[in-house]
């Protein structure tokens, strides 16, 4: 039929198979091709059934979100699940791998479904901020009801076989797609079943129909933790219009809902981000071919906080772990609170009863630095100061075996200094977890003057098989993330000195997105470890260290920028705070004045993506949309704003380079000047994402 989409005839059976490589998306010549196919064997009369199915490793997976924002090219999708839904022969669909998106919504279309055990089903639109725009809003709930429809539509998350199976979703688990539905087709046509068309059956609606609080419920539920989205709140409205709009008039709104949504910033944001996460494994200045090492045992080196969650993390990939303290208290300690965050998870319902149990089991704790002898990685998460980590290092050389990965979990740190105290530098380079990092996706892998190319890949490959986003960056003082974050709590002092008080400069950063403001964040961290730093470095920052001298350390004490009550770890604004700002001030005599919520927001995000500037320049990231991903996965950057480099676009850094030169004279801080490349930018009407193409190019 074409080259994409091929027919063979088992007597009365046709099996139409889409072959695109590499997840048989649904480019044009692919729509043409499954159109063209069932169209000519619909009147075919040696044809009395049709099974639609797909070659390599998946059944359909999506759209080409590389058609998106393009002239479309017919035919549409809508139009060839119509071809599919009237053809008067049975059409199965045979899925294998994944059937996602505008690939479930194709399978939706036929009149009956067959998938493999391990087939995964979904509609994951609503993570690119769109919604399925094909008739799978409408066609899913009246598959599998409205409750699990809806949730499926606004989490975006597939279900497996069996659940597909027990909700009606297919209508049997088979061996092999191609075999197993052609065995179905058989079974129909033996049966004389009538074609289930599923915009003709409301019979799984009628008792959310009867009590619409079923249906309000269940998509509240999943609406749960879209603060901010847009597209779960499309998504739900597109879902009730099952029980009362006809479903010619719904697939004609769910499309109009669609474009609206494409057209918008946060749309595009979460696509930017969606590419961006793929680009950052794209590894610069490594010679093709350069292939992993093996990695089949990991050691850890500390079980505190950070060594414990990363531990987790290993664990929960089924890759065996010797996590290594120096004694058995320590040890005990740090084991007792894996199991107990394991635990936690299972009563809650997050992981299998018997996880806990499975995992531990994975995890060998031991004392003594010896232990890493088996190890293909070896992660030391030590305490974050340079005498101890070059200590550990130089131990290790003497106990690590010839050709392991050794990496270090610092966050700020020189790793090029840590490898200079061994003979093994071009083993050494940085893994920045993020905490907790059984739960933060970033991992910033951080590649030194001398590591070796095969090292580097082997990192971003095993963070990769833990399920960690890795972003490769190069040695400076708090590498990308906490860089950028470092020019943002300058500025956040600044503002309580100038007038500003820790509630409205916290209200501000979540209001624009971000999970919690500096000085919530600073109180959960605990302020006695910056206080502590300071004192070492001899560096003074007058509200800070008067609240610790005060004892108000944070959470940990009830009080640090707010007051906490017992139990709670909701921030109060405290007025012995605002009196504290106060004083501090008059005793440097600083004058206080208004500052307006827009100087606020302007301050918390111009700065770093000035720094992000420097950044580039530097080359200690590679893309703009690498910083993207660090701060959308190490920080909580909101995804429907798409990173900071992505929202300069947005605004504009022409603006952003106007501003940052007017707060620079207006605070006397030459460090808010605009760097040379924004500047630069900013003059030539350029945009990161031009520079990024430019770089790109010149490759």
Same mark, same amino acid.
């Given at each position: 039929m074409s080259e994409v989409v091929k027919v063979e005839r088992h007597d009365v059976v046709a099996i139409v198979t889409i072959d695109s490589p590499p997840v048989n998306a649904l480019s044009a010549a692919v729509r043409g091709g499954i159109s063209g196919a069932i169209k000519s064997l619909g009147s075919d009369p040696q044809v009395q059934a049709i099974v639609l199915t797909c070659a390599g490793r998946t059944f359909i997976a999506g759209a080409d979100i590389t058609e998106f924002g393009k002239p479309p090219k017919p035919p549409g999708l809508g139009e060839v699940i119509s071809d599919i839904e009237n053809c008067p022969k049975p059409v199965i669909a045979a899925i294998h791998g994944t059937a996602l998106g505008g690939g479930l919504e194709v399978a939706l279309g036929c009149h009956f479904r067959v998938a493999t055990k391990d $087939?995964?089903?979904g509609l994951p639109e609503v993570k690119l901020g769109l919604l399925p725009g094909a008739g799978g809003t409408q066609r899913l709930p009246r598959a =599998? !009801?409205? &409750?699990?429809? =809806?949730?499926?539509?606004i989490t975006g998350d597939p279900i497996g076989a069996a659940e597909a199976l027990k909700n009606g979703l297919i209508e049997e688990i088979v061996e092999g797609p191609a075999s197993g539905g052609e065995a179905f087709a058989r079974k129909v046509l033996a049966e004389k079943r009538p074609l289930r068309k599923l915009r003709d059956d409301d019979s799984k609606l009628a008792a959310a129909k009867a009590d619409r609080s079923i249906f309000t419920n269940a998509a509240a539920a999943a609406n749960k933790r879209n603060r901010g989205l847009d597209a779960p709140l499309a998504c739900a409205e597109a879902v009730s219009w099952v029980f009362d709009v006809p479903f010619d008039e719904a697939l004609k709104r769910e499309r109009e809902s669609f474009m609206k949504l494409v057209a918008g910033d946060q749309s595009k944001a979460q696509r930017h981000a969606f590419f961006a996460e793929r680009e950052a494994t794209k590894i610069d200045g490594v010679p093709e071919g350069t292939k992993a090492r093996k990695v089949e045992r990991v050691a850890i080196i500390g079980a505190g906080t950070m060594g414990g969650g990363i531990a987790m993390s290993f664990a929960n990939a089924g890759i065996p772990v010797t996590l290594i303290e120096t004694g058995e208290e320590q040890l005990k300690r740090g084991l007792g609170i894996i199991q107990k965050n394991y635990e936690a998870t299972a009563a809650r319902g997050g992981i299998p009863a018997d996880a806990p149990a499975k995992r531990m089991a994975l995890i060998n704790g031991v004392v003594g630095l010896e232990n890493v002898k088996d190890a293909d990685l070896v992660i030391e998460a030590v305490f974050e100061t340079m005498a101890v980590k070059k200590e550990v290092f130089g131990k290790l050389e003497q106990f690590a075996k010839p050709g392991a990965v050794l990496a270090s979990n610092t966050s700020y740190l020189n790793i090029n200094e840590i490898a200079a105290t061994t003979s093994r530098a071009s083993d050494i380079l940085g893994m920045h977890f993020f905490s907790p990092a059984n739960v933060m996706k970033l991992c910033e892998i951080v590649r030194a003057e001398k590591t070796a190319p095969d090292a580097l890949v082997t990192a971003v490959s095993i963070a990769k098989r833990i399920a960690k986003v890795p972003a490769v960056v190069g040695v400076c003082d708090g590498f990308v993330g906490n860089r950028m974050l470092a020019a943002r709590s300058?500025? @956040? &002092?600044?503002?309580?000195f100038e007038g500003a008080l820790p509630q409205q400069v916290d209200a501000v950063v979540t209001r624009f997105g971000l999970p919690m403001g500096p000085f919530a964040m600073g109180d959960l961290a605990g302020l006695? %470890? !910056? *206080?502590r730093s300071r004192k070492d470095r001899g560096i003074k920052s007058e509200i800070a260290d008067a609240l610790c001298e005060a004892g108000r350390f944070g959470q940990k004490t009830g009080k640090g920028y707010?007051?906490? +009550? $017992?139990? @709670?770890? /909701?921030?109060?604004?405290?007025? &012995? =705070? +605002?009196?504290?700002?106060e004083e501090t001030c008059a005793r440097l005599g600083l004058k206080r004045r208004e500052v307006s919520d827009e100087e606020i927001l302007e301050r918390m995000t111009y700065p770093m993506i000035n720094e992000g500037a420097r950044i580039l320049e530097e080359k %200690? /990231? /590679?893309?703009? @949309?690498?910083?993207? =991903? %660090? *701060?959308?996965?190490?920080y909580g950057w909101p995804v429907y704003r798409g990173g900071p480099m992505f929202y300069a676009d947005q605004v504009g850094l022409k603006h952003i380079a106007e501003r940052l030169s007017f707060y620079a004279q207006q605070t006397n801080d030459p460090s808010l000047e605009p760097a040379p490349l924004l500047k630069r930018l900013a003059e030539q009407g350029e945009t990161f994402a031009s520079y990024a193409k430019g770089a790109a190019k010149a490759a």
């Open positions: $087939a995964k089903l =599998v !009801g409205p &409750e699990l429809g =809806v949730k499926m539509v300058k500025q @956040s &002092e600044k503002l309580l006695d %470890i !910056g *206080w707010y007051k906490y +009550e $017992a139990g @709670s770890r /909701a921030p109060l604004p405290d007025p &012995e =705070v +605002e009196k504290l700002i %200690i /990231a /590679a893309r703009p @949309s690498d910083i993207d =991903v %660090i *701060w959308l996965y190490g």
